[in-house]
């Protein structure tokens, strides 16, 4: 298992980087009322739809690992490494020429109606976050060809969504221990990762997208 663990830790750590999530999480606890409740929400729902869609990539990834392409010995996997790879490529050209877009202000005072609202929001944008979603295909892929148990398979998992949230949940233990202390501290976080995270998401995309296109293809040879 550590060996599976240390081959998705590239893949977990390009998923950790999300400024449309963290800027959503910092915006909702800016919020004057009840922050933290709707901080909470936001992250119940972000972890709710991230479990689902990462369930339907595994089971997705495993079922085409059980095909056999031609006379060949490359299986499904290969083909989702080859669309994994694109995709990421696609998103690396994309990152560099244009930065994501991330919620704004009036995006979040928008939802002011309880806590529905935020579980809601959370849900939306973690289930349309497809610059973190993407890599969770080649993660699959990890796991599935990995030998491991069923029970050793979900930890692997499980790892890779903590990662995923911590752009979700750092900002809120981050309130919830310094109190107002953490103003600045959140400030300067979300600052940096705004200005600097679609440059390190181009970068990681560029080189994870090229190594899985390419591994996809040297199976079909």
């Given at each position: 298992m550590k060996d599976t663990l240390i081959n998705l830790l590239p893949f977990a750590l390009g998923s950790a980087i999300s400024p449309v999530m963290l800027t959503g999480s910092v915006l909702i606890l800016s919020s004057?009322?009840?922050?933290?409740?709707?901080?909470?929400?936001?992250?119940?729902?972000?972890?709710?739809?991230?479990?689902?869609?990462?369930?339907m990539i595994f089971l997705l990834s495993a079922k085409a690992g059980q095909l056999k392409i031609g006379s060949h010995q490359s299986t499904g996997q290969d083909i989702l490494?080859?669309?994994?790879?694109l995709?990421?490529?696609?998103?690396?050209?994309?990152?560099?020429?244009?930065?994501?877009?991330?919620?704004s202000?009036?995006?979040?005072?928008?939802?002011?109606?309880?806590?529905?609202?935020?579980?809601?929001?959370?849900?939306?944008?973690?289930?349309?976050?497809?610059?973190?979603?993407?890599?969770y295909f080649p993660a699959s892929a990890v796991i599935s060809k990995s030998g491991?148990?069923?029970?050793?398979?979900?930890?692997?998992?499980?790892?890779m969504m903590i990662f995923s949230l911590i752009p979700v949940f750092l900002p809120?233990?981050?309130?919830?221990i310094l109190g107002k202390h953490s103003d600045k501290l959140l400030g300067s976080l979300n600052?940096?990762?705004?200005?600097?995270?679609?440059?390190?998401?181009?970068?990681?995309?560029?080189i994870f997208g090229i190594y899985l296109f390419v591994k996809g293809i040297l199976a079909f040879l």
């Open positions: 004057k009322i009840s922050p933290v409740k709707k901080a909470i929400g936001f992250a119940f729902g972000s972890a709710a739809a991230l479990v689902a869609i990462a369930i490494h080859v669309a994994a790879g995709l990421l490529i696609y998103f690396a050209i994309k990152t560099a020429i244009k930065k994501p877009k991330t919620p202000s009036n995006q979040a005072k928008k939802h002011k109606r309880g806590l529905a609202a935020f579980i809601l929001l959370g849900i939306i944008l973690m289930g349309t976050n497809i610059s973190t979603l993407a890599l491991l148990n069923s029970l050793q398979k979900t930890l692997s998992m499980a790892f809120l233990l981050l309130v919830i600052r940096s990762v705004t200005k600097y995270g679609s440059y390190v998401m181009g970068g990681l995309f560029g």
